[in-house]
């Protein structure tokens, strides 16, 4: 399984990116950090009630594990919406977040980042043109296909064609333990003509929603190819010793993060 550490620091990268030289891609895992239970340890959220020093310190060491300067970090405050921001500079110190759930840039002075704890981060990477967007998709994003919308810009910004754009799915929780109610069952039926196969249906009659399959198909009708996609397949539910989980921590958990940035 494609992992890279540097001190305390743990990161999974996608092989469909590993020979881009001129990215840089991780899903940083929760080790290494200073934060104290329930958000041991490297937790990137202060929206979890974890203190503003811990976090500013998880975020340091993320930084100097991945060869990231301190003020490239740009993050929104994600509200499970379709909003796609577009930025060429980082998010200043005591700036306001832009609320969003899907960001982009060409810059290589931003690194995007975005914050996890079973949701889907969706990595896309055009090569030509040299542009990265980072998606955040729970199960309202994916339902209202928040990763078909950052393509769309892509495509509108920086002339992507999705016949060259790279994908990864990453770690996020998986059908097995994604359990869902009436709400969501009859969103994704309305949303997907091809339904049945991502709703699974347990002996006592619990529906499971299944994120990583939706959104590889909203990608494949986007026109992306098949071989340009790759779902990590790592669940955060069945790794906690890796991964904060919301549904798996009852909701008392911190949040990791995936970080994408274009080299200089």
């Known amino acids: 399984m494609p992992f890279n550490q540097k001190d305390a620091i743990e990161w999974y990268f996608f092989d469909l990116f590993a020979e881009e030289k001129s990215l840089i891609q991780a899903v940083v895992t929760r080790k290494g950090g200073i934060s104290p239970h329930p958000w041991a340890s490297l937790n990137m959220a202060t929206s979890v009630g974890d203190s503003r020093e811990n976090v500013l310190e998880n975020r340091r060491r993320i930084q100097q594990a991945l060869g990231l300067q301190k003020a490239w970090f740009f993050d929104v405050w994600q509200v499970h919406g379709t909003n796609v921001i577009a930025t060429r500079s980082p998010r200043l110190p005591g700036e306001p977040h832009q609320k969003a759930d899907a960001m982009m840039t060409d810059h290589p002075e931003v690194a995007l980042l975005m914050l996890f704890a079973d949701c889907v981060p969706i990595f896309l990477y055009d090569p030509i043109h040299r542009a990265i967007a980072l998606v955040h998709a729970g199960w309202q994003g994916t339902v209202s296909h928040v990763v078909q919308h950052a393509v769309s810009r892509m495509k509108e910004y920086y002339g992507t ?9 990453g770690p996020s929780i998986c059908q097995k333990h994604y359990e869902v109610g009436e709400e969501v069952i009859e969103r994704v039926r309305t949303k997907f003509q091809e339904s049945d196969g991502l709703l699974s249906h347990t002996d006592n009659g619990k529906a499971h929603f299944d994120l990583w399959q939706a959104n590889l ?13 790759q779902v990590s397949g790592i669940c955060t539910v069945e790794d906690p010793e890796r991964w904060y989980s919301h549904r798996g921590e009852q909701g008392k958990t911190g949040r990791f993060g995936a970080v994408l940035a274009l080299r200089q």
């Open 161 to 169: 064609k999705t016949q060259d754009l790279l994908a990864g799915i």
């Open 217 to 229: 198909q909203i990608l494949l009708e986007c026109g992306l190819q098949n071989d340009h996609i």
